[in-house]
């Protein structure tokens, strides 16, 4: 049993926008890896964390690779401020430290919101990213999941999707699977909502239809090994896919909704009791909260700590206060990971004290083992250093911890592939597409793959440095060039930043369209671009105004 905070009847005051506006007494439940912490009393806080349980046994188990934390927010105005859009009910936003699940409690589908999002927060860290359309459908299906003493039922129909759904076409066959999280639907009002509604009816009638549900294993085991939707079908149910979304489509119209009953896998370790957050406590939540979730000026109004206004000085772009607050926090012997790391990053890009670096990484790793950028940046350290079997290492635990991020496979790929493990970089480098988010990243996982199916030539005798970059990256044209040293590619950010330095200044080149961007130079027949640090003569061209990169020459 997971031993209860003790009660504390201290009082914070809530956020409004702009000013605190009333007192509210903040609840915290604990339990085995996650906190549920609400403004709407005991009574939520604890049947949310019996829910949680629930949810955890019926997916799986737990996952405990990062504390998850499930906010369940009362108040409108907090919620407004934080939530990723004006139609979302709820989130899921994973940070360095903690996974986190806020959700508008007091809504009819309160509930079903916050099952959806466990549903996300299960599925970031259990193996690769699935299409769009199954992650969305997969936590759509699973949030209607209801327990009784004969178990699980689960595939209750959504009335809200239904109606949409018959309410005139559906999107059509490309559009729809082909989706990703960088899609505009997403944000196209009715189209969103039709996307969201057409993911689960799809999962719904494979997971529950007669003759259907039991040949759905070998599609999704197809689908997590990268195989094409239309390829995946042929080989589970061999009919193209058009004919499968038809019948999806019609099971939808004829209101064919089958369910699906679970056996209830036992809760060995319930929550504890729910205790009052001490006011410093919920302080300090609201604030991470608010940075993981990206809205510095609502953390802005309650940080306190060097570490938190560190963190807002750096959101603010103003690296030398960041700097100065994490060397106090650094100083002070603080037990959070973050001013480590932070500090590690800034002194990394400014190439200063390089050789603090790995001892703040490790710090950070020894307050927070699986903080998986860390061990990233380790790992790059090393590759760079020529360290190939050593970086593997960083890599994978990178990627075990965070499994979709595509900059962790495609370091990963790279260097499985300069020590000659070519099935296992093949694999990553297949990972490395899964994962991908945005069109830079598709481009640098297509390059991974083209360079491991066709193994490099080889390096002529200048020994001039292999730069990797992508066939297809031609056509920009900036107003500004410059020669210099390309001295890293930071292919974790997102967009990816050149860095070069020239006899004047240091150049941060953003990569914002790689299938444009103009590559030449001596050397190599094909040039490849590792993640991490380098030494390069390069002459860059770029757009002075926005600093995008537009043409490269390896000298």
């Known amino acids: ?57 019926l997916l799986g188990g737990p996952v405990k690779t990062l504390p998850l934390r499930v906010v369940l927010l009362s108040q409108p105005t907090l919620f407004a401020a934080l939530r990723p859009s004006e139609t979302a009910g709820g989130f899921y936003q994973s940070s360095a430290d903690d996974d986190w699940v806020v959700v508008r409690w007091g809504r009819p589908d309160s509930e079903r919101a916050m099952s959806h999002e466990i549903v ?21 299906f699973y949030s209607t999941a209801a327990l009784d003493a004969k178990g699980w039922t689960i595939g209750t129909p959504i009335e809200s ?23 505009p639907l997403r944000d196209e009002g009715s189209r969103e909502g039709k996307f969201y509604a057409q993911s689960w009816a799809l999962v719904h009638f494979l997971l529950t239809a007669p003759g259907v549900r039991e040949k759905s294993p070998e599609l999704f085991t197809a689908l997590a090994d990268g195989a094409p939707f239309a390829r995946a079908c042929e080989r589970a149910f061999g009919m193209r896919q058009g004919l499968l979304l038809d019948a999806a489509r019609r099971a939808v119209e004829q209101r064919r909704f089958a369910t699906a009953r679970i056996t209830a896998g036992t809760v060995s370790r319930p929550a504890g ?5 001490a006011a410093e406590e919920a302080n300090a939540l609201l604030v ?14 309650m940080a306190a700590s060097p570490v938190q206004r560190g963190l807002l000085a750096l959101a603010d772009g103003n690296r030398a206060a960041a700097e100065r607050l994490f ?23 400014e190439r200063r004290e390089l050789t603090r670096v790995p001892a703040l990484l490790r710090a950070a790793i020894e307050r927070n083992p699986n903080h998986a950028e860390a061990h990233f940046l380790l790992g790059l350290r090393a590759a760079a250093a020529g360290d190939d079997e050593g970086a593997i290492d960083y890599f994978q635990t990178a990627a075990r911890i965070l499994p979709r991020q595509a900059s962790f496979w495609h370091a990963l790929a790279l260097s499985l592939e300069r020590t000659g493990r070519m099935a296992e970089a093949s694999h990553a480098a297949m990972r490395c597409r899964q994962a991908a988010r945005n069109a830079a990243e598709r481009e640098m996982a297509a390059a991974i793959e083209r360079l491991i199916r066709q193994p490099e030539a080889p390096l002529p005798a200048s020994g001039k440095p292999a730069v990797h970059v992508p066939d297809g990256w031609r056509g920009l044209r900036g107003d500004t060039s410059a020669d210099g040293e390309l001295v890293a590619f930071h292919c974790e950010s997102t967009p990816p930043v050149a860095h070069i330095v020239t006899g004047r200044e240091r150049l941060e080149l953003r990569v914002e369209k790689p299938s444009a961007i103009r590559i030449g130079g001596t050397g190599s027949v094909r040039h490849t671009l590792p993640c991490g640090e380098m030494k390069a003569a390069v002459r860059v061209e770029y757009i002075g105004r926005t600093k995008e990169l537009t043409a490269i020459e390896f000298r």
């Open 273 to 277: 009791v729910p205790a009052a957050l």
């Open 327 to 349: 060397e106090e926090a650094v100083a002070n012997g603080s037990k959070n990971a973050a001013p480590y790391f932070e500090l590690a990053m800034l002194l990394r890009e």
């Open 120 to 140: 996300h927060a299960f599925l970031e860290h259990h193996g690769p990213r699935r299409p769009l359309w199954l992650e969305e459908g997969l936590a759509e």
């Open 1 to 57: 049993m997971v031993q209860s905070k003790k009660v504390i009847t201290l009082m914070v005051l809530a956020l409004g926008i702009g000013a605190a506006r009333a007192e509210t007494r903040w609840t915290a439940v604990e339990g085995d890896g996650y906190t549920v912490v609400t403004d709407a009393g005991a009574g939520a806080a604890a049947k949310m964390a019996v829910r949680i349980e629930q949810m955890r046994a």
């Open 288 to 301: 991470a909260l608010a940075l993981a979730a990206g809205k510095p000026d609502v953390a802005r109004r």
């Open 161 to 183: 999707h239904v109606r949409v759904l018959n309410d005139g076409r559906w999107l059509g066959e490309r559009e729809f699977l082909e989706a990703a999280f960088d899609s």
